[in-house]
Antibody, heavy 116, light 109 residues
Framework: EVQLVESGGGLVKPGGSLRLSCAAS????????MNWVRQAPGKGLEWVSS????????YYADSVKGRFTISRDNAKNSLYLQMNSLRAEDTAVYYC?????????WGQGTLVTVSS | QSALTQPRSVSGSPGQSVTISCTGT?????????VSWYQQHPGKAPKLMIY???KRPSGVPDRFSGSKSGNTASLTISGLQAEDEADYYC?????????FGGGTKLTVL
């Protein structure tokens, strides 16, 4: 069974940093591209970043480019999102999602709250 | 960079059909056959319902169908059921970016 479990969310002050993790199981993690997608409270889905299976291709939404860094460790079956210079508008539930023709499996999400 | 355009809400009675549109540009929806649709119930993670414009993942009822014409994709749900009440999001690959629609709330009357 495919499972994606996010962790690392919490309350952080504006300008602060946070590192999210996504632990994958039930599939060959190293064969799939992965994504981070976020959803602000009461709002729609927003794609944040994607990383290819071997980390050769990395893409970011303009809203996070230069502040967020996506990475993965295929040996540990884990996906990461390093978030720096956080702003109030980054407050959201952050989901990790696997790419297989589309975003076919999603985790349950981790809440990031940016507030003073 | 801008989100794809969806109606904010649609509604229908049980047994009826509804269609949700998703309008983009020639750089996203119109340029690739990589449109997908997601269903999200309150407090839950999104679930993939349609990929590659019109394909259904295993386990998704055939009441759900997708299509595309030009820069507009559509999700049609036939034989509406109470459990179909949810938010629906379209999504399109666009080269270095992936765009979501703003979401459509489906109400089953």
């Amino acid at each position: 069974e495919v499972q994606l479990v996010e962790s690392g969310g919490g309350l952080v002050k504006p300008g602060g940093s946070l590192r999210l993790s996504c632990a994958a199981s039930g599939f060959t993690f190293s064969s799939y591209s992965m994504n981070w997608v976020r959803q602000a409270p009461g709002k729609g889905l927003e794609w944040v970043s994607s990383i290819s299976s071997s980390s050769s291709y990395i893409y970011y939404a303009d809203s996070v480019k230069g502040r967020f860094t996506i990475s993965r460790d295929n040996a540990k079956n884990s996906l990461y999102l390093q978030m720096n210079s956080l702003r109030a508008e980054d407050t959201a539930v952050y989901y990790c999602a696997r790419t297989s023709r589309a975003l076919d499996y999603w985790g349950q999400g981790t809440l990031v709250t940016v507030s003073s | 960079q801008s989100a794809l355009t969806q109606p904010r809400s649609v509604s229908g009675s049980p047994g009826q059909s509804v269609t949700i549109s998703c309008t983009g540009t020639s750089s996203d929806v119109g340029g690739y056959n990589y449109v997908s649709w997601y269903q999200q119930h309150p407090g839950k993670a999104p679930k993939l319902m349609i990929y590659d414009v019109s394909k259904r993942p295993s386990g998704v009822p055939d009441r759900f169908s997708g299509s595309k014409s030009g820069n507009t994709a559509s999700l049609t749900i036939s034989g509406l059921q109470a459990e179909d009440e949810a938010d629906y999001y379209c999504c399109s690959y666009a080269g270095s970016y992936t765009f979501f629609g703003g979401g459509t709330k489906l109400t089953v009357l």
